[in-house]
């Protein structure tokens, strides 16, 4: 029987984490399932709500490390995984009750690494619904180029995401250098497994959370740019079409960001570079690493400052 390992990277949720441990509790289907709780470095009681919430929940690991970003926390949760198959869960998503059900059955039907579904938003004055749902006559779209489809398309988002583990290990994880964790994991997977989607909701996250990387617009665009560049850079044998795609991705995004926000009209870097491009000059992954820093000029963002994965601490291990 297949076996899933849900992952939830957790730092400063506890008012969320209930509504998550209910739907972790209330997922459907014939698969065994363990559960992976990592605390990074929260300030508040997340750790007490989990050991709270979860009380008489089996296999139940709840570890923490030093905060390092939600990327670093994912790789480390998911090192000490035994599940063949990583159902990632962020600490403020609820994930409807098919959810796994359904991404495994299609995984398994279609000879899939990697399946991921849609992601939506609910009301925090009414909480999390999900309306009854067929999932046998749900769609399931594959993809014949599935990382030309990621670097088009720019997926993001975890909790609406199952895939295998020994894709994550041989795609070496999230990027470490990336502070959050959805993009690098989106290209570094899509460029090693068979990839499908079913665009229907199974999962919700709360609608005005304010601590969401995603309110911060500067490190939103900042990762979803840099982890294309560094893609880039990691991948010399890229075909050209690809590395084409990236930079022109990688320019637009600084480009506007320039104009917008810094005010340098079309004669910042970005600009410059653009030009080049236009010309036939090709532009590198470094280079492209070097235009992000336009993100962070007059907006803070979150860089790790290490990589590699700090020490785990077992809070509590109930296999």
């Known amino acids: 029987m297949p076996k899933i390992s849900f992952v939830v990277t957790v730092f400063n949720k506890a008012p969320f984490l209930p509504a998550v441990i209910d739907g972790l509790k209330a997922q459907t289907g014939a698969f065994d399932r363990e559960f992976i709780f990592i ?5 508040d009681n997340s750790v007490a709500v989990i050991r709270r919430e979860t009380a008489g929940l089996e296999n139940v690991r709840i570890v923490a490390q030093e905060n390092h970003g939600p990327a670093i926390a994912t790789n480390n949760a998911v090192s000490i995984a035994t599940g063949d198959w990583i159902k990632l869960v962020d600490s403020d998503d609820v994930l409807a009750p098919y959810c796994s059900e359904l991404l495994l059955s299609r ?30 006559t749900l769609e399931t779209i594959l993809f014949d180029d599935p990382l030309f489809t990621v670097l088009d398309r ?13 894709l994550f290990d041989r795609a070496g994880g999230c990027d470490p250098r990336i502070f959050s964790q959805d993009h690098s994991l989106f290209i570094r997977l899509a460029a090693l497994g068979k990839l499908g989607q079913i665009k229907h909701v199974v999962c919700l996250g709360p609608e005005d959370e304010p601590g969401r990387i995603m309110n911060n617009q500067a490190q939103v665009i900042h990762d979803a740019s840099i982890a294309l560049a560094y893609f880039l850079k990691d991948q010399p044998d890229l075909p050209t079409s690809k590395r084409k795609l990236i930079s022109k991705k990688v320019l637009s995004r600084v480009r506007k960001w320039e104009k917008k926000e810094l005010g340098k009209g079309g004669f910042g870097p970005a600009g410059r570079q653009y030009v080049f ?16 820093d336009a993100f962070g000029e007059k907006s803070v963002l979150r860089i790790p400052q290490k990589t590699d994965l700090p020490d785990l601490r077992v809070i509590s291990d109930e296999q």
């Open 39 to 43: 605390d990074d470095g929260s300030s």
């Open 107 to 136: 995984a398994l039907a279609h000879d899939l690494d990697f399946i991921f579904g849609s992601a939506d938003y609910y009301d925090m004055q009414t909480g999390p619904v999900f309306p009854q749902t067929d999932i046998s």
């Open 277 to 292: 491009s236009r010309l036939g000059f090709p532009i590198g992954g470094a280079a492209l690493i070097a235009l992000c």
């Open 154 to 166: 720019g997926f993001a988002r975890v909790s609406h995401c199952l895939f295998k583990k020994d």
